[in-house]
């Protein structure tokens, strides 16, 4: 596809204003908790912006999009769980966390366990941001720049990478999320154009309902390969979804930062809000360019992509390039503050730098981690080509640290006389369980893998917990830096997600 002059021009003059604003946001963070953190201070449409903006990127828009192609709105479910998730977390996680002052999920485990169980978490973090969650946001970005605009993978590997970078290296949190702020909402509405196309295309949205109504159905049999109902509404499906919004510093990292419990609930309501907005936009062209190119897309991954080649008109082509552009950047500049975030704080200076390190040398050695990271994130990314799907490989590969990681703060949380010692067996135990029911069990659906893990673990934690039960139960550290008064507007808005949520499954049964 060639890009005109001024295609050309929305692209350059949209990645420099948000690289511009960005900076701006953050030329004053000279301390830990500022950079990390980003002074406590954001709001609750920050927060509930970036957490969308951080969490879809080209993984949906390439990967959750080419689930779609294959087996419909089924794949949804990673969108509306995930939004009553999202609720959950709200209201029985996050006052936890924010009462403790944390700056990190690494360091509930140390206060609530001992320094091991959070070196291991820390350490099992940064591999999986490294190896999966970097490096597949960066291989997924290049693949769908390529595929509409012609830029060799690995060239557009690294553009990607030293362009986000750049303003989180300098930066940190804050600019972040003004970034995923600007960028979040650049994706929405570039997702929306291309369903609005995507509708005229099929001749409607009558006839897309008519030609697609086999891919709509967002309930599956039980024994489905990938998606079966019950992993979805009863099973595995709840612990990746628990990870990733709840314990997942890439994620956490917004509401950590919030100014108030208040800020932090509303701030994930209105992400769950959106979040069922999200499979309209993305998952529905994914069964649109099977209705429509189905016999000449012969990789999955491919469908979004070719979606935007075939029906977005000339003139539309540079602001939609910015889109997909800023849709991986607000997810790569989130996982790298979070990866330096992790480095600096649980590896650095718990064990490097015992003790309290001055600020100063904490920012510099964040920024050091960052920089570090994009570059081994380049050069491992063209490695998930061998992969297959995308959006499958790194949902299944975090399968190997999840369950434990769940078992753990679930545990940690609701059962005081938990000793450590079950916390960081459960998390490295965890590893071979899930591996060696993927190897002997491969017919069957990683999330049921998952929940058996999650189980495995649970027994364990249980038995070793009645057999060397601590002599007493943990208290937690009890030094908000924030005011902690709930929010009774986003309980409302809590149960209408829910409520929400459960008329979609009716609808698209």
Known sequence: ????????????????????????????????????????????????FSLIASNISTEHFVGQAGRGFEIGLAIASYE???????????????????????????????YRFDVTARTIMATFMMLAYVFVALATVLYSGALALEAVFGIDTLLGIWAIGILAGLYTVYGGLKAVVWSDLIQ?????????????????????????????????????PWNHPEMPWVAVFIGGLWIPNLFYWGMNQFITQRTLGARSLKD??????????????????????????????????????????????????????????????????????SMLNSAATIFTVDIYQRHVKKGAAPSAQLVKIGRIATGTLVVVGCLWAPLVARAGSVFQYIQMFWGFISPGIVACFFFGLFWKKTPPMAASWAMLLGIPVYGLLLWSLPDVAFLHHMMITFLVLALFMTVLTLWRPLATPAVMPDAPAIDLTPSRGAKVGGVLVVVATAALYVLFW
């Open 1 to 48: 596809m060639q890009l005109a002059w001024f295609d050309v021009v929305a692209f350059v003059l949209f990645i420099a204003f948000v690289i511009g604003v960005s900076l701006y946001a953050s030329r004053k963070e000279d301390t830990g908790e500022d950079y990390f953190l980003a002074g406590r201070r954001l709001t609750w449409w920050l927060i509930g």
């Open 80 to 110: 509306w769980m995930a939004a009553v998730t999202l609720i959950i977390v709200a209201f029985f996680f996050l006052p936890h966390f924010l009462r403790s002052g944390i700056y990190t999920m690494p360091e509930f485990l140390e």
């Open 184 to 220: 979040g909402v650049s994706l929405i509405l570039g997702g929306v154009l291309v369903t609005v196309l995507g509708f005229q295309a099929v001749g409607g949205v009558g006839a897309f309902f008519e030609l697609g109504q086999d891919k709509l159905h967002t309930v599956l």
């Open 264 to 333: 932090g609930q509303r701030g994930i309501v209105l992400a769950a809000t959106l979040k069922l907005v999200i499979p309209f936009i993305i998952v529905f062209p994914g069964i649109m360019a099977a209705e429509l190119y189905g016999d000449a897309i012969t990789n999955p991954d491919q469908a979004y992509p070719v979606m935007i080649r075939e029906i977005l008109p000339v003139g539309l082509t540079g602001i939609m390039f910015a889109a997909l552009f800023g849709a991986v950047m607000s997810s790569l500049d």
